[in-house]
């Protein structure tokens, strides 16, 4: 299975960009990368999955580079309700989901 | 949101008890999920299942069981509860692409 480590913590401000990269070395063929968000006292909640380049929606973008061995998490012009802990995921084969200790951000005013 | 349901939301029970959790989807996903959160710590994965009676351990199980006889159902057992395992209990369901988490159970063992 490929390790995943992120930053235990990350502050921010209101309106800037906060980018969250995550290391997976041993990232395997066919392993995707999924992000999520998690509040206190509820569930991860899905934000982005990719496998290489760059994936944008609504929310986020995740940019992997060609060697795939990290990703970066772009969350743009983040709000006070951006304050969560973000978890790097890399989806192997047979779908065996395992969290690593996930990023803290704190968004200030 | 998923469809994807919790029971209980909360229980209390004492050391040595057992303890049943169920997860419910109605999204007729194949995969199934058990993690465990402690506080301040992340998400640990317990057991999960890949199909009707096809389960794993995750990287915690000992202590637990699970049984999946349907592809609604994910029951996580304790069959003898200890004050380690008081913790947040978190099932989620995937189809390969996307990943849903339920609301999450809070076990208190005393």
């Known amino acids: 299975l490929a390790k995943t480590t992120q930053p235990i913590s990350m502050d921010s401000y209101e309106g800037q960009e906060v980018n969250i990269t995550c290391s997976h070395n041993?990232?395997?063929?066919?392993?995707?990368i999924t992000w999520y968000q998690q509040f206190p006292s509820q569930g991860p909640r899905f934000i982005i999955q990719g496998y290489k380049t760059k994936v944008t929606n609504e929310v986020a973008s995740l940019f992997i580079p060609a060697d795939r061995k990290s990703s970066t998490l772009s969350l743009p012009r983040v709000s006070l309700s951006d304050t969560a802990v973000y978890y790097c995921?890399?989806?192997?084969?047979?779908?065996?989901?395992?969290f690593g200790g996930g990023t803290r951000v704190l968004v200030k005013p | 949101d998923a469809g994807i349901t919790q029971s209980p939301r909360h229980k209390v029970t004492e050391t040595g008890t057992p303890v049943t959790l169920r997860c419910h989807q109605t999204?007729?996903?194949?995969?199934m999920y058990w993690y465990r959160q402690d506080p301040g710590h992340g998400l640990r994965l317990i057991h999960y299942?890949?199909?009707?009676?096809?389960?794993d351990k995750g990287e915690v199980s000992d202590g637990y069981s699970v049984s999946r006889s349907k592809t609604e159902d994910f029951l996580l057992t304790l069959e003898s509860a200890t004050s380690s395992q008081t913790s947040v209990y978190f099932c989620?369901?995937?189809?390969?692409?996307?990943?849903?988490f339920g609301p999450g159970t809070r076990l208190t063992v005393l």
């Open positions: 299942s890949y199909g009707v009676k096809d389960t």
């Open positions: 995921l890399v989806r192997a084969a047979g779908n065996k989901l395992t």
């Open positions: 999204e007729n996903h194949r995969y």
């Open positions: 041993n990232i395997a063929t066919n392993d995707y």
């Open positions: 989620a369901i995937s189809d390969g692409a996307g990943t849903f």
